[in-house]
C-alpha cells in the first residue's frame, strides 16, 4: 500500500499535515526531531567509546607472559 505512494501522494500529505496542524507546531515538532537523532548519535558514539576503552584495559598481561603460554 505504501509502495504507491510517490511524490504527489507525499506533497499531498505535506500539506494537509500543515493545514491540520499550523506552520509553527510542525516547526517546533521538526526540531525536536532534530535534537532526538542528535542526543541518539551523541549516545551511540559515548558507548562505542566506552566500549573501545574497556577492551583495551581487559587484557592487562606482559607480554613476556602472554609468549610463555
Known sequence: ML???GLPG???I???VLVLF????VSALM???G???TAFKKGVSEET?????????KDVTPTAEKDKA
Open 3 to 5: 509502495n504507491n505512494i
Open 10 to 12: 507525499l506533497l499531498l
Open 14 to 16: 505535506a500539506v494537509i
Open 22 to 25: 499550523g506552520r509553527g507546531k
Open 31 to 33: 526540531g525536536e526531531v
Open 35 to 37: 535534537k532526538g537523532i
Open 49 to 57: 567509546a566506552e566500549l573501545n576503552k574497556a577492551d583495551a584495559a
